[in-house]
Each structure stands twice: as C-alpha cells, then as structure tokens.
C-alpha cells in the first residue's frame, strides 16, 4: 500500500517557511552599554540647563569640549568628552535627566570629518536640535 | 528546466536593467546610523569630491581643482549652468577645514552644500 506522504511534505513547507520568516525578523544584535566617565557623572548631577543651549565643539584630537551657553550669548567651559561613543552616552542621559534646548556643534578646522559626523549622529541618535558650523581656518589663503 | 532557467535570466536581466552604476570615485565616506535620510535630486546638484590625499576633484568628468579661485570659477561656472546645490564628498579621514572652505565658497555664490554620508543601520536605544 503506497502512503501518501504529500501532506506531510507540504506541513514541512509550512513549518521552513514560518521558521525562516522568524530568523529573518529576529533581532540578533549585541548591545552593551558604555559608562560615563566619573567626571562626566558629577556633571550630570550638578548641571541645570532649563532650556539652554550647549556649545559642543569638535577637536582634532577627537574629543569634544562641553560648554554652556548664556542668554547674553558667553559660553562657560563644563568638560570635555573624549571620543564618539562617549559623546553618545553622554548625550543621551543629558537629553533624558535635563531641560536641553539644544547643541550648537562647531567642527574645529583640523577636526576629522568623521568625528563632526559622529557629533550630528549622536544629537539626531536622541532627536536633540542642532545647529552645525565649520570653523573657517584662520589665515587660510591658497 | 528550461523554463526555470528562462525565469532565472529573466530576473538577472530585470535586476541589471534597474541597478545604478555608481560613476563617482571610491573615497572613504564619513559614516553615521541616525541621520535622517535625504535623497538628493541629481538634477541640479554638483559633486565635488576631496580623497584621502586632499585632491579635490569636481563633476562626474573628474576636473581636478588645485586652489579656491579655481574651484569657485568651476562653481560659477556650474552655477551658470543651472546646478543650485553642490554635494561634498569628502574622506572621513580629512580635516573639516576642506569642508569650511567649500562652505565658504558656496556661500559667496548663494549655492547650497551638503555633505554626503553613509548610513549604516543603527537601532536607537
């Protein structure tokens, strides 16, 4: 007597097709998290920005210097955050634990590109308004 | 067979015929995950390129530029016919004075500038 194995053959079809919809929608990423360096820590304790600005400036060491910006316009230096993935996790507990108005990015004129990059990248990462401005180079005549 | 194989040809054929062959020079784009992503409209943009040697090198014809008065005449000259943006390409590795100096030029003529990013898939926390 011959068994008719089709509708086993199609259930098997099914259950490959619903397995592999589920691995290509499955999230296999790693995440970590990153810690705050304990400088930056106290400065997020002790900071009140209610609706001000923050003047991040790019170096060409791939660090930021942090400052606050006044009413009157005057920047006061608060740190400095060295390097992009810093600058993310610091910029994400700023957007969650203050009242940010917004980032004034400057791009120092030997700061890498990338480095500006990854300064737009973590503000618009926390949907944080940022004005971006490329420092002209001082006496750069060709 | 014969006709999978027909099916097969037919898909390669489709696929080369919609695929867009990328005539601009290879540089090592900055790279971001979270920028919002911006289509350019390739009518009435230029490119300017800057490699990793800080060569800069505009249009699609590859003229290469050796000062800013040269690259404001080229500008100009795109200007007049026609082209109101201007697309940096620049190496990620270069200093952003090279995109200060762009920026600078493009606003003597009134143009826009963007610069151009590679957007890699990034999961927001």
Known sequence: ?142 | MLRLIDIVLILLFGFISISHIDRSIAVELPQAEFMPRIAPDFENWAVVTVDEHGTWICGFDRTRISGVAELSQWMASEQRNGVTHVRLRVDRNRPSSEVALLQGVCEELDMALALEVILSRGERP
């Open chain 1, 1 to 142: 007597m011959k068994l008719d194995r089709g509708p086993i053959t199609r259930l098997i079809d099914v259950t490959l097709i619903i397995l592999i919809g589920f691995l290509a929608i499955a999230d296999l990423s790693e995440r970590t998290s990153l810690e705050l360096p304990a400088g930056l820590e106290q400065l997020l304790d002790t900071l009140q920005l209610n609706q001000r600005r923050i003047l991040l400036r790019s170096s060409a060491d791939g660090s930021y210097q942090l400052s606050l910006v006044s009413a009157t316009g005057l920047s006061r230096p608060l740190g400095v955050v060295q390097g992009g993935d810093t600058l993310k996790a610091f910029l994400g507990r700023l957007s969650a634990e203050q009242d940010l108005a917004g980032i004034d990015l400057e791009v120092e004129g030997d700061a890498m590109v990338q480095h500006a990059v990854d300064a737009v990248d973590a503000c618009d990462l926390y949907e944080i308004p940022r004005d971006l401005r490329f420092l002209p180079v001082a006496g750069a005549v060709e």
